[in-house]
Each structure stands twice: as C-alpha cells, then as structure tokens.
C-alpha cells in the first residue's frame, strides 16, 4: 500500500514570496490533515478536512495561508505571502473516517521543509 | 485545553541500556494515547496506542502504559539499539470539546543511541 505523498521535499523562498505544497493521501482515506512542526517542537495541526470539506482550520492563520482539497483526493496548503516565521516542516497526514473513533490511526508523509529567508 | 508534557531531550544512551521517556497529559475527555517516532528524514510513524486506561501498547520491544490516576503515559524499553535513534512524540487524540478527534503533541524527545 502506498504511503501519504507529499512535494516537494524542499523548498527556500525569499520572504513576501509565495509557495504551495501539494499531498496525496492514502487511497480511501476520507480524513486528511496539515500539520505544521517548527524546529525543536511538536506538529501544530493547521486543518483538517473530511472529504472535500473543511472540519477544523481554527489554528490556519487565514491572512496569508490557504488550504484546499478538490474531490475529496489531493490537497494544496498556500503560502502567502511567506514570513520568516513560516521556516518549518509541513506534514500532511490521512486516516480512515475521523470524528468517530478517537484510536484511528494518522499516517504521516515524509514533509516538505521550508526555508523563508 | 489537552497538552501533552514529555521529558526534555536529548537523551544519550550506550545500546543495550534500559530507556524510559516520560509522558504527562491533560485532556477533557477519556483520550486515546499514542507514542509516534521520526526517523532522519522520514515522517512520523505511529510506534504504540492505547484507547483506554490500564492498556498497554507494544510495539519493536517498546511498550507504555495508559495510566488515568497519574494521567501518564511514559514510553520504556529494556534495551535499545543503535537503530532506536530518532525523535519520539508523545500524543493523544481527544475531542477537546469540539466535535472531532484531533491529535496533540508534545515537543518531542531526541535519542541517541551509542555503540
């Protein structure tokens, strides 16, 4: 079974510049999240989504992050436009229908480092 | 709020020694409680779980325990390897309120395992 993809990998920016990461989750899962994890620090959940529809984005800073997810598949979280403070790794994560079972699984892609200078 | 409180890193081992990281939590509700690793350049991977208090999760000789009285969950292994390297997150998924489970983080704890 594949595995939660994510692109791309790396990513430096200059500050005021824009950037979109891309995920795919693993096939059938109907939950997938956005995490973002500063150096030294433990993943922050960004939002979540069920299918195509948004569940919690409470701690997205929505002035200048974006997050979609058409037909329920892929997503893209947007930056924009980036700060300094926005150097982290962004995790994208999937799980079987969520909101029903506090035990269910998350599965974690590899994350995409960004780097705002 | 749920936090999740773990022992400040790093923690440097020779193989072989007994490990222990200690797990704290708050949370609302009954959660569920999980101890996640990252390996260099990878992921996280779900190590362990338990779902409800007195559970034990095991996994690669790993094991925790869910303890309500102490609100605890501290992660320990009788002898690590060089391969055990890696940064482990103690979690737990808990409604906080809302509608919908959500997992919590602590910081994170980095081991070094030495020959």
């Known amino acids: 079974e594949a595995g939660v993809a994510q692109s791309p990998r790396y990513k430096i920016i200059e500050k005021r510049q824009s950037v979109a990461f891309w995920c795919n989750p693993i096939?059938?899962?109907?939950?997938l999240y956005w995490y973002q994890q500063i150096l030294g620090q433990g993943p922050k959940l960004l939002i979540q989504?069920?299918?195509?529809?948004?569940?919690?984005d409470s701690q997205l800073p929505k002035d200048r992050f974006s997050a979609e997810r058409l037909k329920g598949v892929d997503s893209t979280l947007k930056i924009q436009p980036a700060k300094l403070e926005d150097s982290a790794v962004y995790l994208c994560?999937?799980?079987?229908?969520?909101?029903?079972?506090?035990?269910?699984?998350?599965?974690f892609g590899p994350g995409t480092r960004l780097t705002v200078t | 709020g749920n936090s999740v409180t773990q022992m400040e890193g790093p923690v440097t081992l020779s193989e072989e020694a007994f490990l222990t990281i200690n797990c704290t939590y708050t949370?609302?509700?009954?959660?569920?409680l999980f101890w996640y690793v990252q390996y260099p350049g990878e992921g996280l991977q779900l190590l362990l779980k338990?779902?409800?208090?007195?559970d034990k999760g095991s996994n690669k000789g790993f094991e925790a325990t869910y303890r309500k009285e102490t609100t605890s969950f501290h992660l320990e292994k009788g002898s690590v390897q060089v391969s055990d390297s890696a940064v482990y997150f103690c979690?737990?998924?808990?409604?906080?309120?809302?509608?919908?489970?959500?997992?919590?983080f602590g910081k994170g704890t980095l081991l070094t395992v030495n020959p």
């Open positions: 994560a999937s799980s079987q229908l969520q909101g029903l079972r506090s035990s269910y699984e998350q599965y």
């Open positions: 096939s059938g899962h109907a939950t």
């Open positions: 989504f069920q299918n195509n529809g948004v569940v919690d």
């Open positions: 949370a609302t509700g009954y959660p569920s």
């Open positions: 338990a779902t409800k208090a007195d």
């Open positions: 979690a737990l998924s808990d409604r906080g309120g809302g509608s919908n489970y959500k997992l919590t």
